[in-house]
């Protein structure tokens, strides 16, 4: 069964640096997200990427972050300096079957990549 | 706005025994509800869905009624197995693409 893939598992950096979160999506699918967990809080939507442009985003996404489809199968989250608040899991998930319906119900995520901010 | 509260865990249970996972949501207009499951090392999975109220979502042995009139949407699964153990998420997806989710309820079934 396809399935989305993150990498690096577990990340650490030191704050201020610079950071590229890697995820190759489900082939053929048109949506795609990230969303962090905060150890202990809830999940929280970043933001969602279509026809190569943000389609939303939340307030948690500021100019500390973008995202790219650099090539037509990964799907990276920068952040440009990273704070120690950053520490955080980090889920990439996709949707939108091409040639389906054209709203994106069901979104498969990755395994996460935890952060950590040192 | 859109929110999603849930159960604190972590739950301990026995196996067979009955599971319930409360989530409660806010929310405007008529939004659809999910409940996710993590296990150990891998992604989120959709576990089961409603769209509209009163829609019984289930899949697995596990249920979840969408009721509007408490604004909940309950888990439930009638006897738990050890390979249940998992974090399970509630969420919801209103107007938009991005979903809402809960902190999660960990789950621990023991033989």
């Known amino acids: 069964e396809p399935e989305v893939t993150q990498t690096p598992s577990h990340q650490v950096t030191q704050m201020g640096q610079e950071v590229i979160l890697r995820c190759v999506p489900i082939?053929?699918?048109?949506?795609f997200y990230w969303y962090r967990q905060i150890l202990g809080q809830k999940v929280e939507f970043l933001v969602s990427?279509?026809?190569?442009?943000?389609?939303?985003k939340s307030e948690i996404f500021d100019d500390q972050f973008s995202v790219e489809r650099p090539d037509g199968s990964n799907f990276t989250l920068k952040i440009r300096s990273t704070k120690l608040e950053d520490s955080a899991m980090y889920f990439c998930?996709?949707?939108?079957?091409?040639?389906?319906?054209?709203?994106?119900?069901?979104?498969?995520f990755g395994p996460g990549t935890r952060l950590t901010v040192t | 706005g859109n929110s999603v509260t849930q159960m604190e865990g972590p739950v301990t249970l026995s196996e067979e025994a009955f599971l319930t996972i409360n989530c409660t949501y806010t929310?405007?207009?008529?939004?659809?509800l999910f409940w996710y499951v993590q296990y150990p090392g891998e992604g989120l999975q959709l576990l089961l869905k409603?769209?509209?109220?009163?829609d019984k979502g289930s899949n697995k042995g596990f249920e979840a009624t969408y009721r509007k009139e408490t604004t909940s949407f309950h888990l439930e699964k009638g006897s738990v197995q050890v390979s249940d153990s998992a974090v399970y998420f509630c969420?919801?997806?209103?107007?938009?693409?991005?979903?809402?989710f809960g902190t999660g309820t960990s789950l621990t079934v023991i033989p």
């Open positions: 998930a996709s949707s939108g079957l091409a040639g389906g319906p054209t709203f994106s119900y069901e979104q498969y």
């Open positions: 082939s053929n699918h048109l949506y």
């Open positions: 990427f279509y026809n190569n442009e943000i389609s939303e």
């Open positions: 929310a405007t207009g008529y939004p659809s």
């Open positions: 409603a769209t509209k109220a009163d």
């Open positions: 969420a919801l997806k209103n107007t938009g693409n991005q979903f809402y």
